[in-house]
């Protein structure tokens, strides 16, 4: 069972600060949903103000059509999952996970066993009597998903918790997350400023920047339709030409920079004489020695060319000025180009959009 | 070392020999003997004083940690850091005064005509003036406001030390104030609690001055005897035995304690 959570124009001051700027949106019962964004940008104050510690100073938040103001931690349907755990260092195991269950007063044998089964729901067997110091950082991270799952939350919150551990298991843990997700299909609500995360393993995103949601949609939306240049750069990398809108015809048009004129898409609300920049993926442009047949160009000479294993990173100056990046699949007949030669740094017409900058706070 | 060592050597020496006119000392009946430590288990009214002295001593000491665990809570956990020092300050002020004079406050604040009791009947709680200071009242609140900051330190100390997530998780787990503090913050906090118990519980039983002062004629505190045998009495072989068996007694009283509460002394150190 899963409960969906709306936040109804929410908005959080702390002081003359405002960490959330009316943030408006509703997380579907059963629904993976994550809060990407740079630290500061007032994704933990979404989650405490979820998870009650914090009531929103505006707006509301209500929990399977509840409204939650007034209610306290230990009343809500949610159970946080904290970037540092917070396991009880003092218990072995399987207290950690049926603490909750010992708080609803459920007997000693009944925990044991309920704490046995969570253990094998995350493949943690005979762990039970282990203390929390004995474990590894995954491991760790699996109990702490077990004793939130041991109270059958509604709603499941996690603060970043895959931050503290290695590159290998972090990647693990991510599709393990996604698994326990979809079997237990408690909505989960995730907060991160991985990118990679964000997208991996949820159904929609939503990009925060200053208290301010940028953009909520699915991982493949947020990437290839960004609704601005906040959201743009935040996921994935981009060359980025500043400039004018000079042509504006159903969606496509032409902008002006100081590295030359070239066609694009027109992001949201992006009309002609706009000043605005133009976004253009390093996958979606193409390194030729001549012009090539797409609608843009430039003259650019690779200054590094860096290789990553499936991909390789060829970073540019502009004859003109500017630095660029190109990425090109790895191909095992491929020649890499050598440092200092001249080459075109082309794109199509639909490669690049125009982008206005970040959605500000109201006031 | 030797300093602080051999005074001790000399009082335990003293404590195996009899007490003797200065013309039999070094003579035929100057030979070690345990009478001296007998002699508070024959006298019963020294041991009655002795009991009490132990049984007042915990109280107090359980009084010390009942006041002194909220406020180390508040300090270490909801206050802001800012105020904190503020407060930890007005703690201190008071410390600053010496002993004998803090004693004599609480003596004319809880004296039959003191303010204690002018306010009181003052604001009508009562009607007449009560007598604060019969029994061991007056001992015991003097040795709890004594004692209090060696209480309030460890604890305090402890506390702060803990991860304020975890107090959030258990909440978070659904677990009510009192549990959350039964099964993670006093847990965690165990260490100071106990060091705290001890050095109050030994300082108690060992205080001189505020039992001589607010002390009632009824209730005697056993240094106030061991003083006896070394002034009044000139006895310095008895009192030495004396003060050794409350050192030992205390200790032992500690230990049984640590022993019930499963409390091991490496926590104490800490």
Same mark, same amino acid.
């Given at each position: 069972?899963?409960?969906?959570?709306?936040?109804?124009?929410?908005?959080?001051?702390?002081?003359?600060?405002?960490?959330?700027?009316?943030?408006?949106?509703? !997380? &579907?019962?059963?629904?993976?949903?994550?809060?990407?964004?740079?630290?500061?940008?007032?994704?933990?104050?979404?989650?405490?103000?979820?998870?009650?510690? !914090?009531?929103?100073?505006?707006?509301?938040?209500?929990?399977?059509?509840?409204?939650?103001?007034?209610?306290?931690?230990?009343?809500?349907?949610?159970? %946080?999952?904290?970037?540092?755990?917070?396991?009880?260092?003092?218990?072995?195991?399987?207290?950690?996970?049926?603490?909750?269950?010992?708080?609803?007063?459920?007997?000693?044998?009944?925990?044991?066993?309920?704490?046995?089964?969570? %253990?094998?729901?995350?493949?943690?067997?005979?762990?039970?009597?282990?203390?929390?110091?004995?474990?590894?950082?995954?491991?760790?991270?699996?109990?702490? !998903?077990?004793?939130?799952?041991?109270?059958?939350?509604?709603?499941? +919150? %996690?603060?970043?918790?895959?931050?503290?551990?290695?590159?290998? +298991?972090?990647?693990?843990?991510?599709?393990?997350?996604?698994?326990?997700?979809?079997?237990?299909?408690?909505?989960?609500?995730?907060?991160?400023?991985?990118?990679?995360?964000?997208?991996?393993?949820?159904?929609?995103?939503?990009?925060?920047?200053?208290?301010? %949601?940028? &953009?909520?949609?699915?991982?493949?939306?947020?990437?290839?339709?960004?609704?601005?240049?906040?959201?743009?750069?935040?996921?994935?990398?981009?060359?980025?030409?500043?400039?004018?809108?000079?042509?504006?015809?159903?969606?496509?048009?032409?902008?002006?920079?100081?590295?030359?004129?070239?066609?694009?898409?027109?992001?949201?609300?992006?009309?002609?004489?706009?000043?605005?920049?133009?976004?253009?993926?390093?996958?979606?442009?193409?390194?030729?020695?001549?012009?090539?047949?797409?609608?843009?160009?430039?003259?650019?000479?690779?200054?590094?060319?860096?290789?990553?294993?499936?991909?390789?990173?060829?970073?540019?100056?502009?004859?003109?000025?500017?630095?660029?990046?190109?990425?090109?699949?790895?191909?095992?007949?491929?020649?890499?180009?050598?440092?200092?030669?001249?080459?075109?740094?082309?794109?199509?017409?639909?490669?690049?959009?125009?982008?206005?900058?970040?959605?500000?706070?109201?006031? | 070392?030797?300093?602080?060592?051999?005074?001790?050597?000399?009082?335990?020496?003293?404590?195996?020999?009899?007490?003797?006119?200065?013309?039999?000392?070094?003579?035929?009946?100057?030979?070690?003997?345990?009478?001296?430590?007998?002699?508070?288990?024959?006298?019963?009214?020294?041991?009655?004083?002795?009991?009490?002295?132990?049984?007042?001593?915990?109280?107090?000491?359980?009084?010390?940690?009942?006041?002194?665990?909220?406020? @180390?809570?508040?300090?270490?956990?909801?206050? @802001?850091?800012?105020?904190?020092?503020?407060?930890?300050?007005?703690?201190?002020?008071?410390?600053?005064?010496?002993?004998?004079?803090?004693?004599? @406050?609480?003596?004319?604040?809880?004296?039959?005509?003191?303010?204690?009791?002018?306010?009181?009947?003052?604001?009508?709680?009562?009607?007449?003036?009560?007598?604060?200071?019969?029994?061991?009242?007056?001992?015991?609140?003097?040795?709890?406001?004594?004692?209090?900051?060696?209480?309030?330190?460890?604890?305090?100390?402890?506390?702060?030390?803990?991860?304020?997530?975890?107090?959030?998780?258990?909440?978070?787990?659904?677990?009510?104030?009192?549990?959350?503090?039964?099964?993670?913050?006093?847990?965690?906090?165990?260490?100071?609690?106990?060091?705290?118990?001890?050095?109050?519980?030994?300082?108690?039983?060992?205080?001189?001055?505020?039992?001589?002062?607010?002390?009632?004629?009824?209730?005697?505190?056993?240094?106030?005897?061991?003083?006896?045998?070394?002034?009044?009495?000139?006895?310095?072989?008895?009192?030495?035995?004396?003060?050794?068996?409350?050192?030992?007694?205390?200790?032992?009283?500690?230990?049984?304690?640590?022993?019930?509460?499963?409390?091991?002394? @490496?926590?104490?150190?800490?």
């Amino acid at each position: 069972m899963s409960e969906d959570v709306q936040l109804d124009k929410v908005c959080m001051d702390f002081g003359s600060f405002r960490a959330v700027d009316n943030v408006d949106v509703t !997380i &579907q019962a059963g629904e993976f949903f994550s809060f990407l964004g740079p630290s500061g940008c007032g994704k933990t104050t979404i989650l405490r103000m979820v998870s009650g510690f !914090i009531d929103p100073t505006e707006g509301a938040v209500r929990i399977g059509g509840r409204d939650m103001r007034g209610t306290r931690p230990n009343q809500r349907p949610t159970a %946080l999952i904290f970037q540092n755990l917070a396991l009880f260092p003092l218990m072995p195991v399987w207290e950690n996970i049926a603490f909750g269950l010992e708080v609803r007063g459920v007997d000693r044998a009944t925990r044991r066993q309920r704490a046995e089964e969570l %253990l094998r729901l995350v493949a943690l067997h005979n762990a039970a009597d282990k203390t929390v110091g004995q474990l590894s950082g995954g491991q760790k991270q699996r109990v702490a !998903i077990a004793r939130a799952l041991a109270v059958e939350p509604k709603v499941m +919150l %996690l603060d970043e918790p895959l931050s503290a551990l290695d590159l290998k +298991l972090r990647q693990h843990m991510r599709s393990e997350l996604r698994t326990i997700q979809k079997r237990t299909n408690v909505t989960f609500i995730y907060i991160t400023h991985d990118q990679g995360e964000a997208l991996a393993m949820s159904d929609r995103v939503g990009i925060m920047s200053h208290g301010v %949601l940028q &953009q909520v949609g699915t991982p493949q939306k947020i990437y290839n339709h960004p609704a601005n240049g906040f959201v743009a750069s935040f996921v994935g990398e981009n060359n980025v030409f500043p400039g004018r809108v000079i042509a504006s015809d159903r969606g496509a048009g032409r902008i002006e920079t100081a590295f030359g004129t070239f066609h694009a898409r027109l992001g949201p609300a992006i009309s002609q004489g706009m000043m605005a920049k133009l976004y253009v993926r390093p996958e979606h442009t193409i390194l030729g020695a001549d012009p090539g047949g797409e609608a843009n160009a430039l003259p650019v000479e690779v200054s590094e060319v860096a290789f990553e294993g499936n991909f390789v990173n060829v970073h540019a100056r502009g004859e003109v000025g500017g630095a660029y990046m190109a990425q090109v699949r790895n191909e095992p007949s491929m020649a890499l180009p050598d440092v200092g030669r001249r080459l075109h740094l082309s794109f199509g017409r639909d490669a690049g959009v125009v982008l206005a900058d970040e959605a500000a706070p109201r006031h | 070392m030797i300093l602080v060592t051999l005074p001790y050597f000399l009082m335990f020496e003293f404590s195996l020999h009899p007490y003797l006119t200065v013309d039999k000392i070094g003579g035929p009946e100057d030979a070690y003997t345990l009478k001296n430590y007998v002699t508070l288990f024959n006298n019963t009214i020294h041991f009655g004083v002795f009991l009490r002295t132990i049984l007042a001593s915990a109280f107090v000491t359980l009084l010390c940690l009942v006041l002194c665990y909220p406020m @180390a809570f508040f300090l270490a956990k909801i206050v @802001a850091p800012k105020n904190a020092a503020t407060l930890f300050l007005l703690l201190l002020i008071p410390f600053w005064v010496n002993e004998i004079l803090r004693s004599f @406050a609480w003596f004319i604040i809880l004296s039959y005509q003191g303010p204690l009791n002018a306010a009181l009947v003052g604001i009508g709680l009562i009607e007449r003036p009560i007598r604060w200071l019969t029994g061991p009242n007056g001992v015991i609140v003097g040795l709890v406001y004594t004692y209090l900051l060696f209480m309030l330190l460890p604890i305090y100390n402890s506390i702060q030390s803990l991860d304020s997530n975890q107090i959030e998780a258990a909440e978070d787990l659904g677990s009510p104030l009192w549990r959350t503090h039964w099964r993670v913050v006093m847990p965690h906090a165990k260490p100071g609690i106990a060091s705290g118990c001890v050095m109050v519980f030994m300082l108690s039983a060992g205080s001189i001055i505020v039992p001589s002062l607010l002390g009632s004629p009824g209730t005697r505190w056993f240094t106030e005897i061991i003083q006896q045998w070394f002034f009044e009495g000139q006895d310095w072989n008895q009192g030495s035995a004396y003060a050794f068996l409350l050192l030992i007694m205390c200790t032992g009283f500690v230990m049984l304690m640590m022993r019930l509460l499963r409390v091991r002394l @490496a926590d104490i150190a800490k």
